[in-house]
Every structure is written in structure tokens, then in C-alpha cells.
């Protein structure tokens, strides 16, 4: 099971420091490929469950595997070359307003040493995919609030990541432009990338034909899959 699963999660449980428990036994399995959306009320565990993927935060009991490998037994040094694997969206953005928008997109690729012709191929590739080709010089103030978000997703895949994680992607935006984000999460699915969205959305949600997994006070109480 382990091997065929993007993301496995084997009773989980994090506390933080002052005792409260996030997450209290959590076993799922998502497999390569797939994708689903985490949903719950608020404070129900989401963004701890996507923090303990990316290596954010620690389980104190459990085991989680991503591609394949157990996070328990990962080398403090690798934690940047296993984060280039994962893409990783959040709702607002965390764009840098002082860099144009190619600036923005270019920084994972320049952390990585990537050689500056490559970064201008493979950022352009990444705008194109989002739409936003033309606004490769714009200042992200300059842009709509759905245009910011696209700006975060092109970001988050230009190092081609086989597993998309996102915070709350459409928290800010109106109904159709949160309709326009998850159709580009499809696409990126569509061509075997795996996502995992937590959303408040449920109506949005319920329209999209994939597994919902929900929490509740830190409990995995639908879609373990
Ligand atoms: N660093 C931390 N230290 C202590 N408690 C924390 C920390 N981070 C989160 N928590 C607590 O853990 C619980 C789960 O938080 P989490 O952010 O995972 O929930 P969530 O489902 O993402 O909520 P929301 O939808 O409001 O973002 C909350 O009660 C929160 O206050």
C-alpha cells in the first residue's frame, strides 16, 4: 500500500507545545495520482496535516510517508531537496510585492542553482499554464486577486512537483474565480500530478468528482480512501 501511495498516513496523532492535540490518530493513503480535498471546520487540523507533509512540523506519534519514504527517518539537510518536490499553494499568496511577477515565479529555481536561461524556459512555461504569459513584468499590485493566486500556482509548479499540496487557495475569491483554481489544480492532475486542497468550500467542492476527506477536532472522520 505504502508503495503505490503518494501521501500515507499511519495513526497520526500532533500535539502542539502546551498540549493541545491538532491531529489524533489519522490513517489515510493518497495515491499517486490522485487528488482530494481536506475539509472541516475551523481549527479541525487542516493546515497541520499539510504542515506534517511539507516537513513543517513534526507527529509526535505515527508514521507518515510521502513518495515512498518515511518523514521520521529524513536527514535534517535534505529537508530543501525534498521540499522542491512538493508544491505548495497558500491563500494569500506569499508573493514578494517588490519583484515582478517572472521574479516571483524564478525564486524556487534560483534557491535551486538553476542556470538563468533554464529559469526564463521553464518560468515562462510555468505562466503560459496559468495564463499569465503576458503579465511576466507586472508588479504582483498590479494584479486582481485571482491573477495573484495563479501567480502562487505557477510558482508552486515550476519545479514540475509529483505532489501539490494547497492551503485554502480560493479562501479570497468570489465563486467563479475559486471555480477557475480548481479547474487549473485539475489540469495539473490531469497530467499526473497529485493534489491534495484543503477547503472551507464545500460548495464548490461538492461539485468536483473527488474524494472529500474530512476532520473534526482532529479526527479523520471521512474519506480515509
Ligand atoms: N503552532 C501552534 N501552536 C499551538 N497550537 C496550534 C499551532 N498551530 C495550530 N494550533 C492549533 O491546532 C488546531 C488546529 O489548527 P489548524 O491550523 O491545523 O486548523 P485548520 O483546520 O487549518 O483551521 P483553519 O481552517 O481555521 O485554518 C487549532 O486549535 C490551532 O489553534
Same mark, same amino acid.
Given at each position: ?40 471546520? %475551523?481549527?479541525?487540523?487542516? %493546515?497541520?496535516?499539510? /504542515? @506534517? ?80 504569459? /503576458? ?6 499590485? *498590479? ?7 495563479? $501567480? ?5 509548479? $515550476?519545479? /514540475? ?8 487557495? *480560493? ?22 500530478? *497529485? ?6 468550500? @464545500? ?11 474530512? @476532520? ?10
Amino acid at each position: 500500500m505504502i508503495g503505490d501511495s503518494m501521501i500515507h498516513f499511519d495513526r497520526v496523532s500532533k500535539r502542539y507545545s502546551g498540549g493541545f492535540e491538532a491531529l489524533s490518530e489519522v490513517s489515510f493513503s493518497l495515491r499517486r495520482g490522485e487528488m482530494a480535498f481536506l475539509t472541516g471546520h %475551523s481549527g479541525a487540523g487542516k %493546515s497541520t496535516l499539510l /504542515k @506534517l507533509i511539507m516537513l513543517m512540523e513534526r507527529p509526535n506519534q505515527g508514521r507518515i510517508y510521502v513518495g515512498g519514504q518515511n518523514l521520521e527517518k529524513f536527514p535534517r539537510r535534505q529537508i530543501p531537496y525534498f521540499r522542491r518536490h512538493v508544491g505548495v499553494v497558500f491563500q494569500n499568496h506569499h508573493l514578494l510585492f517588490d519583484r515582478t511577477v517572472f521574479q516571483n515565479v524564478a525564486l524556487p529555481l534560483e534557491i535551486a542553482g538553476v542556470s538563468s536561461r533554464e529559469i526564463g524556459r521553464r518560468v515562462r512555461a510555468s505562466l503560459d499554464k496559468v495564463g499569465l504569459l /503576458k503579465k511576466e513584468n507586472s508588479l504582483p499590485i *498590479t494584479l486582481s486577486g485571482g491573477e495573484q493566486q495563479r $501567480v502562487g500556482i505557477a510558482r508552486a509548479v $515550476v519545479n /514540475k512537483p509529483p505532489l501539490l499540496l494547497a492551503d485554502e487557495p *480560493t479562501g479570497n475569491l468570489d465563486p467563479e474565480l475559486s471555480a477557475e483554481i480548481m479547474r487549473l489544480f485539475q489540469q495539473f492532475n490531469q497530467v499526473g500530478v *497529485t493534489v491534495l486542497i484543503a477547503s472551507h468550500d @464545500l460548495a464548490l467542492i461538492s461539485h468536483m468528482k473527488h474524494r472529500v476527506m474530512r @476532520l473534526d477536532h482532529g479526527q479523520l472522520v471521512a474519506g480515509r480512501g
